[in-house]
């Protein structure tokens, strides 16, 4: 059964920082892309970033402020947000892929199989 479980969220204010964690079971882990979406209420679910394949893509809205990296070791990916903005706020779901992703293919949630359960991130003064 495919486990992704996120942690690391939490309230920041504007311009911190927070670290997203998204553990995989093996198999999961070893065999797929990965990525991160969110969705603020009313609001569809967007991709954030996703890795795979010595790949990596960002979506315009956080190039320069988050980043996305994988310990092999833990079977876990990470998301580390700097700069954080009021408009970052939502819930951030980890997801895997079990197919190759592209630029033009990464960002659309229907290419990925399996999600974590949510976690909330909330950017306010």
Sequence with gaps: QVQLVESGGGSVQPGGS??????????TYSTNWMGWFRQAPGKEREGVAATGGGWTYYADSVKGRFTISQDDAKNTVYLQMNSLKPE????YYCAAAASVLYRGSWFRPY??????RGIQVTVSS
């Excluded at 927070?18 to 553990?23: E, F, K, P, V």
């Excluded at 290419?111 to 974590?116: K, M, T, V």
Aim: proline letters at 0%; a negative charge; charged letters at 20%.
């Design 111 to 116: 290419n990925y199989n399996d999600w974590g």
């Design 18 to 27: 927070l670290r997203l964690s998204c553990a995989a079971s093996a198999d």
């Design 88 to 91: 970052d706020t939502g819930t």
